[in-house]
Structures are given as C-alpha cells and as structure tokens.
C-alpha cells in the first residue's frame, strides 16, 4: 500500500530530491522545499506500520526435524553396491563407521557421482507439514564440486616446477 | 627433548604412517626427514603443489600431510632437511662406543620404479572431476622397513611391507638381494609386525632369518579391515614370546545415537562397522648395558 506523492508529467525530475523513509516497500517522494511542486502544503507523513520482520510460517511446507548428519566419501563402489565411511556431524564423539549400502539407495541423477572419493551428505529425520503425515526422510546428496580449471592446474604445475628447481637440482 | 629428534622416518604416505609428520618435522628443528625416494621425484612434488592450492581438500590427510612437509621445508629453504631412502640406505653406523647402526631393508629399486609409475595416475588436467584421490594400497610396497642394531640388541621393524611372490619387491627382494649376509644384520629379539599382522605382511624366512626365535613381537590394529584377524592373532602368538597389540582389534566403541536413526540405519545398511581410533602406544627403551624397558598405555593389548 503505497502512499506515495504522484508527480505530474510536467515536472522536471532534475529539480526533486528523493527522500525515502522505508517502511517496508513505501517510499516518499517530496518537493526540493519539502512540498512538491504543485502543492503549497506541508507534505503528509503518514505513519506507516513497521515491517514485519517475524519469518512467516508457510503452513503448507512440510517442516524437516532432521536426527542425524553424516558426511561421506565413497570407498569402494560397485554396480550393486557401495562402501562409504560416515563422519558422524551430529555427534562427534562417535567414531567413523563403514558402511555398505545398496546404490538403489542413491537417486538417479547422483549415479553417475559414485565413484572412489566421491562426497556426500546424508541425513536422517522426519518431515511433517500441515497437510503432510509425518513421515521419516533419509536423504543422501552427492556434492558436485567444481572441476580442476586451467588456472588451477596450471598454478599447480608452476609451483610443482619451483617445487623440483629447489629440491632436485644441486 | 625435541632438539634431540635427529631423524624423522616416515616409511611410506598412507595416513596411519604419515599423519602428523608435518607438525613433527616443524618442532624437531635438528631432524632430518626420510622418507622412500619414490616421493622425492618430481612426480610426487607435482602432486604436493596441486594439493597446496587446492581449497576444496577437506579429506585426503595423507597427500595434505606430504604437501606440508614439502611446503614448509621449501618455505625454510631447507632442501638438505629430506634425505631419500631405498634398499641398503645407511642411515647411521657408529663404531666408536656401542656399535650402533640403521639399515633400510627396503624399498627395491623395482618398488621405487613401480610408485613413481603409479604417481603418474594422481595428475589432473583442466575439467577432471575434483573426487577425492586415495593413496594406493600398493604403495606398501614401496614401505620403508629398517633393521636397527644397537650393541648386541637388534630390532626389525616391518612398516606395512608385504609380500606379493615376485623376488623384485616386498620381502622376497630383501632375502633374493642377500641382504642380510652382505651387511651382516644380526636376528632380532624385538620384531615391529608388518601390515598389522596380515598374511600378506608374512613371509617364512623373516622368522628363519631375521628374527630370534620366540622373539618379542608387536604391530598396530587396522580397523577397516579387522586386521589383525583372530586367525592372525594366533599365528603371531605361536611365533613370538609375546604379543603386543596397540589397541584391542576386537574392541568396538559404544555409538551414541538416536533410536530411531539407528533403526533406520540398520534397514538401510547392508554391512556396518565402527572404526575405533584409540590411539595405543609401545615403547622399547634399551641401555647402553643391554637392560630392556617396555612401557605401554592402557590401549595397549597383550596376548
């Protein structure tokens, strides 16, 4: 709701200065002597309600509570299965655990991912929304990292190069 | 005490041998640095590089360690600090007093060949996928295992050194170079188990020609492969004196979890096993009047 001042097509925009007092998407816009150009009154301020900085609950998403996180790497895979070692997040007093599990287990699109070294997330909870039974989710992501660049590998190789200059030549 | 480091040996980069080396060789300002020469070639030094600027290397401890020790000794100028090791490396021979000397058994000349070939396989090009890069298990071949003599005591130490039948690497390469009667090494009554006990770390003439007979035996547990084995255990039992293991291999740690994340787990997972990482500790002093002490920690398992 904006309560903005409208400015005729005639004004010169050269000649207004913007003040802009935000509240939440309001802005005013007033005369260089504080009126605009037309008018000879005090401009109005209207207050305005503050905005409204309390995150709003979408009641129609699912909320996650989510027990436990682990981050992962691959060790060995093969086309049934593969064998992972878990870094408990959530608790780490826990000690790495080897896991095999089923590459059903692993969505489709992250197939392709599982390889020896790869990483990944995995976490295990519930999700229960408004209109949702609860339900337990165990949901095991893959990280895309980005690829080695050019310049990456080629810094690497000017380094590698001072690296054998140093300790590889008398 | 660590001014009185001379030598820092790491036998070979898997993590279990190499962890914490870096921080080792920074307060051991007066230790040289030994390692196998396979990683003192410029394919090593290639990979240390890429790890240096790599800011996405969250795991891979072991080629990060390496990539340390190689920054910080060039950050020191301090090339003379790493010495490169191989078969018949002597690193001392004292005479004078108590003769005193440390032999590198190993690696073979055709191990050394053999890693830096596999080095190779760790370099990247633009676009490769970044996964994580694991240090290969054939790199025990490349291991560093020592004989240590000191007056009358001797020692064998095993690192992770296997035998895999050829006569050009691994324990058969010690026994086919004649070794052990070209530098005379005396058999040992203290005996660092190879591999954690594994089969693969065994060979019939390390206990006919290198050892005692009965003599002390010790060796490090290697969860991930439930080494060493129960079978193993009793093997090495019958063959030593006694057996020092650094922490039980038996021994699972109590996981603190959610119940209903541990039913689903057991749902999901085919197969599960903790790694329990206690850390054991032996120690083997011995005087200049041939008296032995052994301490331990409360890991530390005996059988």
Redesign the interface.
């Known amino acids: 709701m904006s309560t903005a001042i409208a400015i005729s097509p005639m004004e010169n925009t050269a000649n207004i200065q913007e003040y802009a007092h935000e509240y939440g998407e309001n802005k005013y816009r007033y005369g260089k002597t504080g009126t605009d150009f037309l008018s000879t009154k005090e401009p109005e301020i209207r207050p305005c309600s503050p905005k409204f900085l309390t995150p709003v609950l979408d009641l129609n998403r699912p909320r996650e509570d989510i027990k436990q996180r682990w981050s992962g790497k691959v060790i060995s895979a093969t086309d049934q299965e593969l064998t992972v070692r878990l870094e408990d997040l959530t608790n780490r007093d826990n000690p790495d655990e080897l896991i095999v599990l089923s590459r059903d287990e692993i969505d489709d699109k992250d197939q392709s991912l599982v390889k020896p070294g790869a990483l990944f997330y995995w976490y295990i909870g519930y999700r229960q929304g408004f209109k949702y039974s609860k339900e337990r989710i165990s949901i095991i992501r893959f990280r895309r990292l980005p690829s080695w660049t050019t310049k990456e590998i080629q810094e690497s190789e000017k380094l590698a190069e001072e690296y054998a200059n140093f300790f590889l030549t008398d | 005490m660590s001014q009185q480091v001379v030598g820092i040996l790491i036998t070979h980069w898997h993590l279990d041998h190499i962890e914490g080396a870096s921080k080792l060789l920074k307060a051991c300002s007066n230790a040289k640095l030994y390692l196998s020469g396979a990683l003192?070639?410029?394919e090593a030094?290639?990979i240390?590089?890429?790890y240096?600027?790599?800011v996405?290397a969250?795991?891979d401890k072991d080629i990060r360690e390496f990539g340390e020790i190689?920054q910080f000794?060039?950050e020191t100028?301090d090339?003379n600090r790493?010495v490169p090791v191989k078969t018949r490396h002597t690193f001392f021979d004292y005479r004078e007093t108590i003769p005193t000397r440390l032999i590198a058994l190993s690696p073979s000349d055709v191990a050394v060949t053999q890693s830096i070939s596999k080095l190779a396989q760790f370099a990247?090009?633009?676009?490769?996928?970044?996964?994580?890069?694991?240090v290969p298990e054939s790199e025990n071949l490349n291991a560093v295992a020592v004989h240590f003599s000191f007056g009358s005591f001797s020692a064998l130490v095993g690192s992770d050194l296997e035998e895999t039948g050829n006569v050009q690497t691994g324990w058969s390469a010690i026994f086919e170079d004649n070794i052990i009667n070209e530098l005379s090494l005396s058999a040992s009554s203290l005996f660092k188990v190879p591999h954690h006990g594994s089969e693969t770390g065994h060979h019939d003439r390390i206990w006919e020609d290198l050892l005692i007979e009965k003599p002390l035996s010790m060796t490090t547990p290697f969860s991930?492969c439930d080494l060493p084995t129960p079978k193993n255990i009793e093997r090495l039992k019958q063959l030593s004196s006694n057996l020092l293991i650094a922490r039980d291999p038996r021994a699972r740690?109590r996981?603190?979890?959610?119940n209903?994340?541990e039913r689903?787990?057991r749902s999901?997972?085919?197969?599960?096993?903790?790694?329990?990482?206690k850390m054991g500790h032996i120690r083997v002093r011995v005087s200049d009047k041939g008296a032995f002490d052994i301490s331990v920690n409360q890991n530390v398992v005996k059988f």
């Open positions: 003192f070639t410029r030094l290639q240390a590089s890429l240096k600027k790599d996405f969250e795991t190689i000794l060039h100028e090339r790493i990247k090009k633009p676009g490769d996928q970044r996964i994580r890069t694991v991930r740690n996981i603190k979890r959610d209903m994340v689903e787990l999901i997972a085919i197969a599960r096993k903790s790694i329990n990482d």
